[in-house]
């Protein structure tokens, strides 16, 4: 295993609260609600394990050998499936794309359900618009599911789970005035 | 010590802007250079984004001769962007003959020209690209044609060119994730600049994705329509985010945090808010006169 203060970007001799406070931000960088359904969410999983196995060893070391703690563990993907929809939903999950598209189009009854696959599956592929369509009509459809209603929110929030970094003063502290670097930078992106 | 930092940043930002510049007139000769934008240096930033060695050195800058600059010799990557913008510019400007009118149809076909040979020596350098391109700047323009009001596949089709440079990338894990950054900031620019286009398209009767989408007429966007652009847009922007937090800390990390997580949603404001261009701004200033 690599490093495990190289892993967090803190010194050997850092502070215990320095050392959490490296811990949180990156735990909350990297965290599953924000890979939430992403196509990359596995590399984040693994990022995050990588996070949690660095703070864990570090605290057994300074410990003298303690217990084991993960925070952010637990994290299971995709809600309960049942019917023609749980193959659809392996589908998604395993990133197969073009099978599930296929069954989808294949179901004649277009419930909830139907409406937030569809969504979940534009949603990987990085079609935004049509994905907040559907899971909207999937809430529409069936209003107390917890799952789509989550979905729902994430799109309407613009997917801003983790706003580290900027906005509150935390990360790698970049200021006001970064604004006018980052402007000059990509001035003309749409200058056309 | 933090606002040294962000001297440093901008100065590494004009390196690269040099670097490009250097890698296009050594590729592709000197008609070439004047492609050059700060788009295509992002360009070079994102292929070069995992990157962990930069070597620097000074030259002469064609701009102003009797002064040496810093500039990043980029090797591979900047090399690949610069044959990449040279492909992508000669691809806007055979649409711009086609789309705009005698005259600017005509400076572009002027520009093409003058591209000529540069164009040769990229396609030849990297086929591959210039085919895609031209296969999704061909699927483009079909959707085009049929007015489409589909956002997402239109805009897909264009976050796809960009997303074909992920294919250089080092590692598996690392084509991924370049790939999901590069789609999502393609989709970006798409859209933003399709909306910044939204009056001249409007007035020209071209075709602009988001008119379609919304179906409008003549009447001004609604506030619910542009409250829904506003998150897309921002969605993309965060996704990006997510996809460049992977990547392993590069050289550029600095530049590419400030560009990814400020500029480009700061840039979504101000281009919904019509502050972006200066004739937005100017032409808020004569309404806010006006009123007074």
Redesign the interface.
């Known amino acids: 295993m690599s490093d495990p203060y190289k892993v967090l970007g803190v010194s050997p001799n850092a502070s215990d609260d320095d050392v959490k406070k490296a811990y949180r931000e990156l735990a909350r960088?990297?965290h599953p609600d924000?890979?939430h359904d992403?196509?990359?969410s596995d590399?984040?999983q693994d990022?995050m394990k990588e996070i949690n196995e660095a703070y864990d060893t570090i605290l057994k070391q300074r410990s003298g050998g303690g217990t084991g703690y993960s925070p952010g563990a637990g994290y299971s993907g995709g809600g309960s499936a049942s019917g023609p929809y749980a193959q659809i939903r392996m589908a998604i999950n395993n990133g197969d794309l073009a099978t599930a598209e296929r069954l989808l189009a294949s179901q004649s009854n277009r419930n909830a359900e139907w409406h937030f696959l569809t969504g979940s599956l534009?949603y990987r592929?990085?079609?935004?618009?049509?994905a907040?369509q559907h899971f909207q009509q999937a809430v529409n459809m069936d209003p107390n599911n917890r799952e789509y209603q989550m979905a729902a929110a994430q799109?309407?929030?613009?997917?801003?789970a983790?706003r580290g970094?900027?906005g509150q003063g935390q990360g790698?502290?970049?200021?006001c005035?970064?604004?006018c670097?980052?402007?000059?930078?990509?001035?003309?992106?749409?200058?056309? | 010590m933090?606002?040294e930092l962000?001297v440093r940043?901008?100065d590494q930002?004009r390196a690269a802007y040099c670097g490009l510049c250097h890698a296009l007139r050594k590729e592709y000769g000197l008609a070439a250079r004047f492609i050059l934008?700060?788009?295509f240096?992002?360009l070079a930033l994102l292929l070069s984004a995992g990157e962990q060695e930069v070597s620097r050195c000074r030259k002469r800058c064609v701009a102003s001769l009797h002064r040496k600059k810093c500039v990043v010799l980029g090797g591979e990557p900047f090399r690949r962007a610069a044959g990449y913008s040279v492909i992508l510019t000669r691809w806007k400007l055979r649409d711009a003959v086609a789309d705009d009118g005698f005259v600017r149809g005509l400076i572009a076909r002027f520009g093409g020209l003058f591209l000529r040979r540069a164009y040769g020596r990229a396609v030849r350098d990297f086929p591959d690209f210039d085919a895609h391109c031209r296969d999704h700047l061909d699927a483009l323009a079909a959707l085009e044609r049929d007015n489409s009001g589909?956002?997402?596949?239109t805009a897909?089709t264009f976050?796809n060119i960009l997303a074909f440079a992920a294919k250089a990338a080092a590692s598996e894990?690392d084509r991924?994730?370049l790939a999901?950054l590069l789609?999502?900031t393609g989709?970006w620019?798409y859209l933003?600049?399709a909306y910044?286009?939204l009056e001249s398209d409007r007035r020209s009767g071209r075709y602009n994705p988001i008119l379609a989408?919304f179906s409008m007429g003549a009447e001004e966007m609604g506030e619910a329509d542009k409250s829904?652009l506003?998150?897309?847009?921002?969605?993309?922007t965060?996704?990006a985010a997510?996809?460049y937090?992977?990547l392993p800390d590069g050289q550029w990390g600095?530049?590419l945090?400030?560009?990814i997580?400020?500029?480009?949603p700061?840039?979504t404001e101000h281009?919904l808010e019509g502050k972006?261009?200066r004739r937005d701004r100017k032409r808020l200033a004569r309404k806010e006169t006006a009123t007074v």
């Open positions: 960088k990297y924000n890979y992403n196509p990359l590399l984040a990022k534009y592929r990085g079609w935004l618009d049509q907040r799109m309407n929030s613009g997917g801003f983790y970094g900027f790698r502290g970049l200021s005035c970064d604004c670097t980052a402007l000059m930078c990509i001035n003309c992106l749409c200058g056309g | 933090k606002s962000k940043e901008f930002f934008n700060y788009d240096t992002f589909d956002l997402d596949q897909d976050a894990e991924r994730i999901q789609y999502h989709r620019i933003i600049d910044d286009d989408r829904w506003h998150t897309t847009l921002i969605h993309s965060s996704l997510s996809a937090n992977l600095g530049v945090e400030n560009i997580y400020l500029g480009l700061t840039v281009v972006w261009r």
